[in-house]
């Protein structure tokens, strides 16, 4: 099976982040956060709406003003790198909302992807692994992005963060807006990439999709870890229950 | 039939200067969401600029032009740097940024080169071609040539760099261009340097055509202006559709409306506009932020 | 200690502030005509368009004001009061102009010189007869006559002069029949329409072709086309210097071999350069101020321009030199009178000046006749015999 990431290494990186604080105005969305995603392994972030999930995803990117205690990925000290430079430290991301670049066509938007790296062979065959990931996106390769479905937009997302060979994937609720089927398929390409030895960071709203791909998750509530624990523990739990679904 | 050709004709080489203004303001539109207002001044400053050093330091056109173009293509990256903070941020205040600009780039070129203007004489004086009776300007041809080789290249940077490619991406989407690894800023000040360099490029080639004075930038400005909307704001074919349509419509008004041909184009151009409000080639391309 | 310097700056300002309130609001503007006070400089107004299409024009008209005026205030002034020279820009807009009127009124200003383009005159006419501002344009149209203000002066000949006298060294002495117009629809371009028309009507001549063009124009193809099909032998040319310069040239590249013939506009630089001087060679030039070496009077401006502003004086220097000098010597001749009488003894001023002698009749003309001159080698010069 072809690998669209980097093979796992007993020398993987782990993104470790304290006491993380978000600041919109004069709301905290997020307090102090603080939680470890080691190598190789999927953490998954969920809550309801508004507490603070996206806004710890994008405050890591960098993406939008954040007071940070620490912010690591293994030995490399994130704090003071632009949004632009995270891409090169190997930190691929998944917005939410797929943004993908509209007017431009399918594969255009794949090697937007690999913007960091040069656009030469090793990039082609990047180019085809995504291909192969997601037949789909090589049958529209020549589509604008905007012309693509909500589904086909959310793998051409991926896609794109993939082509970067990131080590760490943040995704930011990839099933929004996805019907059940899409959502499986969704599973079954982080599993698949849980499975080459990809680290993943995943926010959601979907209780469901985040315990079966995800080993271990964070609860947030109004902008603070409200519980932790192991995805298997959590999916029984009566709290976590209580929060999502108000039994 | 004599008189129709002839007036294509006339109205082509103007048509081609249009069409690279035009080209200007879609390009900074397609690629940071912006209307330039400055743009029209710009024009008028790489007119001057070129006209001077061709006529004054006696430098052969084509590098008077390359001098003007890189001038202006640097005035491009200041308005830039200046206005990078409202980026991405408040785009109704970065229009009027580029509004103040123009006001300051048409009172320097007053302050430096006066009010009055001056009279540019072709680089390439033989005489007209002579077709089928029809009468060419040589360089006329040489206009439309290099406007040609412009719009080609503009469009190869486009479509086949990543760096062009990352240019567009940047307008459509800045965040997910950031999180790709794009420098937004840096993006931009291409773009905007890249605009300005085509209108100096217009400035340049029209002065020998028409007149350079203070006013040249405003008129070619909003003929531009119109011509990129004619042909779909953003749009690149569009921009060159637009300038060529507006420059021979322009020549035809003229020789069939007389006193009237300003308001017969004004209004067919209104009338184009309201069947199709997105312009002949029009796309939404750009989401503003 | 603080808070002592803190006090003592702020009572500063309210002591600047107080002050400067109180100079502004001493000694309004008045409308009394003798601007304050009868010893200090005598204030006239220069107004022009100083930015826009026709700025080369209010820049000729300041430099040859100017000039008359330092001359006068080198040897003393007017009975030893110097004479201050306002500028203003009235940007070649009828409505910025009237504006001015009213501010020049109310800051003092004793006489107007200006405009050159007769639409702004026009509209300031009014204002200026009723603040009983004297006013000495440069412009041409019949319009000016029209008004019907005894408080405007023209300090050249109007549209029908010149076209008259062009009309006749055409018609009459070269004997061409045969002739194209092609006129803009501004002002300066409507007036030499209707009098060349005239002038030809009544020498029974009709012309082959009667184009308008606006005066924004850019491409004259398919008018020149049209004319070319006719074969005129002339084509009078009734638009601005750079607008005719552009159809020049253009006829030319369409192989348009005719003569081109015209008034004051055509007897610039502007236009030759704009042109180029090999098109224009051979123009036929309606002018009283055929050049700067016509006369051993325009030779000395010429020079004395020269040596001010480092550039070749022409037509509207000359003209505003002139009207600007009938002016102070009225000021002169009336001991520095005001209002009607100033304008009384502007009518009375027998001048004799670069563009001919001036002699003002009751509708302000002061020039009533003109020189034919053709252009050769790039130069404006007198027409032979």
Redesign the interface.
């Known amino acids: 099976m072809t690998t669209v990431s980097q093979p796992a290494t007993t020398t993987g990186q782990t993104l470790t982040v304290e006491g993380l604080t978000v600041h919109y105005g004069g709301v905290c969305a997020v307090r102090d956060i603080g939680f470890s995603v080691p190598a190789g392994e999927a953490i998954g972030v969920i809550g309801a709406n508004g507490a603070g999930k996206t806004s710890t995803l994008k405050a890591v ?1 960098g ?1 939008i003003p954040r007071q940070v205690g620490a912010l690591r990925f293994g030995d490399v000290d994130l704090t003071r790198v632009p ?6 430290h190997g930190i691929g ?1 998944v ?1 939410e909302g797929r ?6 066509p399918v594969e ?1 938007n794949l ?6 790296r040069k ?1 030469n062979a090793e990039t082609r065959a990047t180019l085809a692994e995504t291909y192969e990931l997601f037949p789909v996106l090589g049958e529209m390769r020549h589509r604008l992005a905007g012309a693509l479905s909500g589904g086909q937009q959310q793998m051409l997302a991926i896609g ?2 993939l082509m ?1 060979r990131p080590k760490l994937l943040l995704l930011d609720e990839p099933s929004m807006g996805l019907s059940p089927k899409l959502v499986e398929d969704i599973l079954a390409v982080l599993l698949r990439l849980r499975g080459e030895g990809m680290s993943l960071l995943l926010v959601e709203q979907n209780a469901k999709l985040t315990f079966e791909a995800t080993s271990s998750c964070l609860v947030v509530e109004n902008g603070e870890v409200a519980m932790t624990g192991t995805s298997d523990r959590l999916r029984h739990d009566p709290q976590v229950r209580r929060i999502y679904l108000g039994l | 039939m004599q008189i129709t050709l002839q007036t294509i004709i006339g109205g082509v080489s103007l048509g081609a200067v249009y069409a690279l203004v035009a080209l200007g303001f879609s390009l900074v539109y397609r690629t940071m969401g912006l209307v330039n207002f400055a743009h029209g001044n710009v024009v008028t400053v790489g007119a001057y600029l070129a006209s001077t050093f061709y006529l004054s330091t006696k430098l052969p056109f084509a590098l008077a032009m390359l001098v003007a173009i890189a001038v202006t293509g640097l005035i491009g990256l200041i308005i830039e740097r200046v206005l990078r903070p409202l980026e991405n941020r408040d785009f109704d205040l970065m229009l009027i940024g580029t509004i103040g600009f123009g006001i300051v780039l048409d009172a320097l070129v007053i302050m430096i080169w006066g009010a009055t203007g001056r009279a540019v004489p072709s680089p390439v004086p033989s005489a007209p071609i002579e077709v089928l009776g029809l009468r060419i300007r040589t360089y006329d041809l040489v206009v439309l040539a290099i406007a040609a080789v412009a719009t080609v290249l503009l469009v190869l940077f486009l479509s086949r760099t990543k760096r062009g490619a990352a240019m567009q991406a940047v307008a459509m989407d800045h965040e997910a261009a950031t999180a790709v690894g794009i420098h937004v800023g840096r993006s931009n000040a291409i773009a905007f340097m890249i605009g300005a360099g085509l209108a100096a490029l217009a400035g340049g080639l029209v002065g020998p055509l028409l007149y350079v004075s203070p006013a040249l930038g405003g008129t070619l400005g909003i003929k531009g202006f119109a011509a990129a909307i004619l042909g779909g704001f953003g749009s690149i074919p569009g921009a060159i559709a637009g300038g060529l349509a507006i420059g021979i419509l322009d020549s035809f008004t003229a020789g069939h409306f007389q006193g009237y041909s300003e308001l017969v184009t004004f209004l067919v151009f209104t009338v184009i506009i309201m069947v199709r409000p997105t312009g002949i080639f029009g796309e939404r391309t750009v989401n503003r932020a | 200690m603080f808070r002592r310097r803190a006090t003592a700056i702020s009572a500063f300002a309210v002591f600047s502030a107080v002050s400067v309130i109180l100079a502004g609001c001493s000694a309004p503007g008045s409308d009394d005509k003798s601007s304050g006070d009868s010893s200090g400089p005598i204030k006239i107004a220069l107004v022009d368009a100083q930015s826009g299409q026709l700025s080369s024009l209010g820049a000729w008209e300041l430099k040859g004001a100017r000039l008359a005026v330092d001359e006068w205030n080198a040897a003393g002034g007017v009975n030893g009061r110097q004479i201050e020279l306002g500028v203003f820009d009235d940007q070649g807009d009828p409505t910025t102009g009237t504006n001015l009127a009213r501010k020049i009124d109310s800051e003092g200003y004793i006489a107007m010189i200006g405009t050159a383009e007769s639409a702004v005159t026009i509209a300031m006419a009014p204002i200026l007869k009723q603040a009983e501002i004297p006013n000495i344009t440069s412009g041409q149209s019949p319009g000016l006559v029209a008004a019907g203000s005894e408080f405007l002066f023209l300090n050249g000949p109007t549209s029908t002069t010149y076209d008259e006298t062009l009309a006749k060294h055409i018609v009459d002495k070269q004997g061409t029949k045969s002739i194209a117009m092609i006129t803009n629809n501004g002002s300066y371009g409507k007036g030499e329409h209707d009098a060349f028309l005239k002038a030809l009507q009544s020498r029974s001549v009709t012309p082959v072709a009667d184009q308008v063009v606006t005066t924004d124009q850019k491409d004259f193809s398919a008018v020149l086309t049209g004319i070319r099909q006719k074969n005129p032998k002339v084509i009078f040319l009734g638009a601005e210097e750079v607008e005719s310069g552009l159809i020049v040239k253009q006829a030319r590249d369409l192989g348009i071999t005719a003569t081109f013939a015209g008034a004051a506009p055509q007897g610039t630089p502007v236009f030759i350069d704009t042109a180029g001087a090999k098109n224009a060679e051979g123009t036929i030039v309606s002018s009283p101020y055929l050049g700067n070496d016509i006369s051993d009077a325009s030779k000395k401006f010429a020079t004395a321009y020269k040596a001010k502003f480092n550039e070749e004086a022409e037509l509207h220097g000359a003209k505003a030199y002139d009207g600007t000098q009938i002016l102070l010597a009225a000021l002169k001749t009336s001991n520095v009178a005001t209002g009607k009488a100033l304008a009384d003894a502007i009518r009375a001023t027998k001048y004799q000046g670069l563009l001919g002698n001036f002699a003002f009749d009751t509708t302000g003309v002061g020039i009533s006749a003109t020189a034919i001159g053709t252009i050769q080698n790039g130069k404006l010069v007198a027409a032979a015999g």
């Open positions: 990117m993406l949004a632009r430079a995270m891409v090169r991301y917005p943004h993908v670049f509209a007017g431009l255009k090697l937007l992807g690999a913007y960091a656009w794109r963060a970067s």
